[in-house]
């Protein structure tokens, strides 16, 4: 049939990427070595991990709508420029929190809070342990091994946070396309029991016309009758890669609610994994994507329920425009001793390009009886019916448009309580939409 590729063209294929991942490889390889010039063990593992696993191959499934090419073609460097105060706080958050700030991975005194109130805050060193990875893949032991400084903050048990923990992390970039500055961000929480905290993650660019490649992980470990409160925003350049994985371990009695605005970046691909290993919890994620222009945004959710009496809930909305493409992939995983399930998860898309394109795949895997679960996914464009509405009451094209999108969005917006961030949520999504 025409179109489909010959088995010699499938060996060409397979071996330019075979040439292609072990090319990458070098280049971060080079990476690592100046990254860390005295080894720790944790970096060395994962370092171990990511040569035995490597970039994916030809025709990986879980890779098949991500095209790696841009990323694997790249020569990198390691960036360590400094950023002034003025900088600092050009791109922070004007909130009241307890801030970290880390430029290209780097912990920064100076830029950060003196006091962490009811937090502890210490660096990561050879005697401290790290959970595994509830779902691992190359990128995540890429950043686990890449991560300069990984911080590990802890709230002892009965303790509430008086404020926000906020984490801003912000990468250089190079304006030279012949190399590509790479930074990763490490930092692991750990909610005793009866505590409760809410942590702010924030990405941003120096430069809005650098490239750089930015790999992110989050872990938490949220104890019994524990209350974790997670925003992630992405407000990196139009340039900018982004690799993430959260991970969450939940325990018994305990709440757990994550939301992830990912607005920006030529290539992002953000995992969210939570377990649920103790009875009567209650989880849920949510997360934002628009890209534009050309950009790809994917994003994924892997959720095991182990423990009875969990609910979930999952609301993930796309808004895809010009002829950017969007994918989403959601597990949901019941086993056998997780009686009376209740999980749910929905996929919205909103197509405004006429080229753009959304690839979703919900699934559930249930091993269970006496369960409650179900996933859905819809893709559409604009209701011309709800648009001849506003236009018949003198609202612009233009405008009317807008309201309809905000209005999609506004399921998840409307759930960030903080003004401050909200607006400027709101700001970054009008900025974005301005073309439309």
């Known amino acids: 049939m025409a179109g489909l590729l ?3 063209e499938k060996a060409e294929k397979r071996q330019q990427l075979d040439e292609l991942n072990q090319q990458a490889l070098q280049s971060f390889a080079q990476v690592f070595k100046l990254r860390h010039r005295e080894l720790s063990q944790h970096a060395a593992a994962h370092w171990e991990k990511v040569q035995a ?3 994916p191959a030809y025709r990986d499934e879980d890779w098949h709508y991500t095209p790696l090419a841009s990323v694997l073609k790249a020569q990198y460097q390691p960036s360590g420029q400094p950023v002034d105060e003025a900088q600092c706080e050009a791109l922070a958050l004007p909130i009241d929190a307890y801030r970290i700030v880390l430029v ?3 912990f920064i005194p100076a830029l950060s809070s003196t006091d962490f109130g009811e937090f502890q805050v210490s660096l990561l060193d050879n005697k401290d342990e790290l959970p595994e990875a509830i779902k691992g893949e190359v990128f995540l032991h890429l950043t686990e091994s890449l991560a300069e400084q990984p911080l590990l903050i802890n709230l002892p048990a009965n303790k509430i946070a008086a404020k926000p923990f906020y984490v801003l992390n912000i990468s250089h970039g190079a304006e030279d396309m012949s190399s590509v500055m790479t930074s990763h961000y490490r ?3 750990k909610l005793g029991a009866n505590s409760a905290a809410e942590v702010i993650e924030h990405f941003a660019s120096v430069n809005e016309d650098s490239v750089h490649l930015t790999g992110g992980r989050l872990s938490a470990e949220v104890g019994d009758n524990a209350r974790f409160q997670h925003l992630k925003l992405n407000f990196e350049n139009a340039l900018g890669q982004h690799f993430a994985h959260n991970d969450i371990l939940v325990g018994r009695d305990s709440q757990v609610h994550s939301s992830a605005f990912l607005l920006s970046g030529l290539l992002s691909r953000h995992h969210t994994s939570v377990r649920l290993e103790g009875e009567n919890s209650d989880v849920s994620l949510n997360s934002l994507l628009l890209p534009r222009n050309n950009q790809i945004a994917d994003t994924r959710t892997y959720l095991e329920h182990n423990q009875g009496y969990c609910q979930s809930r999952q609301l993930h909305k796309v808004i895809a425009m010009d002829n950017s493409k969007a994918v989403f992939n959601g597990m949901i995983k019941v086993a056998p001793a997780a009686l009376k399930t209740d999980g749910q998860m929905t996929n919205n898309n909103l197509l ?6 959304v690839d979703t795949k919900p699934q559930l895997e249930i091993y269970a009886d006496d369960v409650k679960c179900g996933h859905g996914a819809t893709i559409g464009r604009i209701d011309n019916e709800q648009l001849f ?5 003198g609202i ?6 807008h309201m309809i999108i905000i209005a999609f969005a506004a399921e998840l917006t409307e759930q960030v309580e903080n003004e401050v961030i909200k607006e400027t949520l709101m700001t970054q999504i009008r900025k974005r939409l301005a073309e439309v």
């Open 6 to 8: 010959t088995n010699s």
């Open 53 to 55: 696993i490597g970039f």
């Open 104 to 106: 290209d991975g780097h």
């Open 187 to 189: 930092y692991h929480f």
């Open 352 to 357: 405004l390009g006429a080229k753009s394109e």
């Open 389 to 393: 509405y506003l236009r018949s009451r």
């Open 396 to 401: 612009s094209e233009k405008a009317a448009k």
